[in-house]
């Protein structure tokens, strides 16, 4: 067969392969249809959704995403085109044009359920939650056994902090998805118990993750989470006996670069501590990491357990991961103990850990010009029921992170509410200092400190006092980002001279290899401190098309503690 002739059969034939599943054959009979005939409206349009299904191949996305806009050229109102290009740009980052493709494709295929999810889960992602919520409440209607559609309307409405209603959407996307689909079924139990923790309904997470456990009895991520819900349901003694089965079988665990590393680095973490993050912060394409978790101190062979201490040997450096000394349970002098047998090089030793506690902050600092620090205090129930507020005060459990259990007490009233809450045995209080600028608005500062150094890593702007990041929904205003882009290109200039010399003096007080502080700036040029401590988080998960600014402005600081910890090893 040849000529314009023989398209009808080369079509038939060509849809017949595809229909049955033929896909190489079919491919091959729409690149000769299109050889005769360019502008072969089918066969630009299904030869282009075939290719955008292997975005892994090099060069197929981008001619799948060319034959599709030519298809579009032709057929304008392509739905199938409109969302397979949808779906290309999101995977390119390219978050805005993605909305634009997606808009169309739904319009054009108003009952297809997977063009309303796309489009949802697009907007969420570029903090659009309202318009979020609404494409995913169409995708569910269409399809209510949709599992996908369910777990992205549960993140938006954490997202708009509707806990209870994410927590029902995510567990009926439990619900909806196979059980052979393990890697989801994981993604969702973690956000399902992390959606319970804020709503502050633990146990109804218990049920899932049990479940889930039988099914996945030696998945880490799954019974990290298990441990933590457990904890906040009250039960603390079995919360640390999974956790310690977890560390003992689990054991050494080996990652990073294992062929030919630049370094090999001891990561040390002990059962029930407060961590420091290392997901972003150790570069694994730099390091061999070898990840050990010590064992409770009341453990049969604790603290390593079945672990070969010569296997310990091998590393070049150990970053002991033990950030939170409210977390402490006698692991710090096991660490301690532990380094000292190594005698390897440490970066961030649990000595000057144990500095670094909120209460502890009010010494560190003292002397400090232009930072304003605020006394911390110990207490219990008892002793905050006894408690005159004669002015506002923060209070909070000690060892809590994140900002999910803190609470401002203003007066009596508010003391007898949080006492009938049922609250921690161990809390902190902290005066409280309004910072909001003159604008209305609030603004948080975090800076990251590597070998005493300090970075600039993000800026929250929120309208409530409770500022945190993914609260105040940085992604859906371009005036907030490019403020903290400002700030993250010369934070110098942002802060002022008696600013930036006194986050500048914390960070040689602190005086931790990786750590940093959440501060706010005052009215009058100089710095008040949140914490300061070395659990902050770092990482660059957010897209480059919003976010670029912080894809050029945070790897450095990834980079500067690589150049630290060789040079600890004495590998620079």
């Not at 969302?83 to 808009?103: P, S």
Request: charged share 25%; net charge negative.
């Amino acid at each position: 067969m040849n000529g314009l002739q023989d398209v009808p059969a080369l079509l038939r034939a060509a849809l017949t392969d595809h229909a049955q599943g033929r896909v190489t054959e079919a491919e091959a009979l729409y690149r000769r249809l299109l050889q005769i005939d360019p502008q072969h409206a089918q066969a630009l349009g299904l030869l282009g959704l075939i290719l955008s299904d292997r975005p892994d191949e090099p060069g197929v996305e981008a001619e799948a995403e060319a034959l599709l806009r030519r298809h579009l050229a032709v057929t304008p109102d392509a739905g199938s085109s409109l969302l397979a290009l949808g779906r290309i740009a999101a995977r390119g980052d390219r978050e805005d044009e993605a909305v634009a493709f997606l808009e169309r494709a739904a319009r054009a295929l108003p009952r297809l359920a997977p063009a309303h999810n796309d489009l949802g889960a697009c907007l969420h992602r570029l903090g659009r939650q309202d318009e979020a919520l609404e494409a995913l409440d169409r995708a569910v209607a269409l399809d209510p056994a949709y599992g996908v559609a369910h777990a992205n309307r549960g993140l938006v409405l954490v997202a708009l902090r509707q806990y209870e209603a994410a927590l029902h959407a995510l567990l009926a996307a439990l619900k909806h998805t196979p059980l052979d689909a393990s890697a989801f079924r994981l993604a969702l139990l973690v956000q399902v118990a992390q959606a319970a923790r804020k709503a502050h309904s633990p146990l109804i997470a218990l049920e899932p993750l049990r479940a889930e456990r039988v099914r996945q009895p030696d998945q880490a991520e799954l019974l990290g989470e298990l441990a933590l819900t457990l904890e906040d349901a009250g039960f603390a003694l079995d919360a640390r006996a999974l956790r310690n089965d977890l560390a003992r079988r689990t054991g050494l665990r080996r990652a990073g670069k294992t062929d030919a590393p630049a370094a090999r680095m001891l990561i040390l973490g002990a059962v029930g501590g407060g961590h420091t993050p290392t997901r972003y912060l150790v570069d694994d394409q730099v390091f061999e990491t070898l990840s050990l978790t010590l064992l409770s101190p009341e453990e049969p062979g604790a603290p390593l357990g079945g672990v070969d201490p010569a296997a310990l040997q091998t590393v070049d450096v150990v970053f002991s991961t033990l950030g939170d000394v409210d977390h402490d349970n006698g692991q710090f002098a096991a660490a301690e103990a532990l380094i000292a047998r190594l005698g390897k090089p440490v970066l961030n030793p649990p000595a000057a850990i144990a500095q670094t506690g909120r209460d502890r902050a009010w010494d560190l600092f003292a002397g400090i010009e232009d930072l304003i620090v605020p006394k911390v205090e110990r207490c219990d129930p008892a002793m905050l029921a006894g408690l005159a507020i004669n002015r506002p005060l923060l209070a909070r459990p000690a060892g809590d992170h994140g900002g999910d259990n803190l609470v401002l007490l203003n007066d009596a009233g508010d003391k007898a509410a949080y006492l009938a809450s049922g609250p921690a045995e161990r809390l902190l209080l902290t005066p409280f200092h309004n910072f909001h600028s003159p604008d209305g608005y609030w603004r948080k500062y975090r800076l990251i400190f590597v070998d005493r150094q300090v970075f600039p890593y993000h800026l929250a702007i929120g309208e409530h006092w409770l500022t945190h990041y993914w609260r105040a929904e940085m992604g859906r205003s371009d005036w907030k980002r490019a403020e903290e882009a400002r700030f993250l290109s010369d934070w110098r200039a942002v802060f002022g001279e008696r600013a930036a010399a006194a986050a500048e003096a914390a960070a040689r007080r602190l005086n931790l290899d990786y750590g940093g502080m959440d501060c706010a700036l005052t009215g009058d040029g100089a710095l008040l401190l949140f914490e300061a401590n070395a659990c902050v988080l770092l990482h660059l998960d957010e897209p480059k098309t919003r976010f670029d600014y912080k894809h050029r402005h945070v790897p450095p600081i990834r980079d500067a503690f690589t150049r630290l910890t060789l040079r600890r090893a004495g590998k620079a």
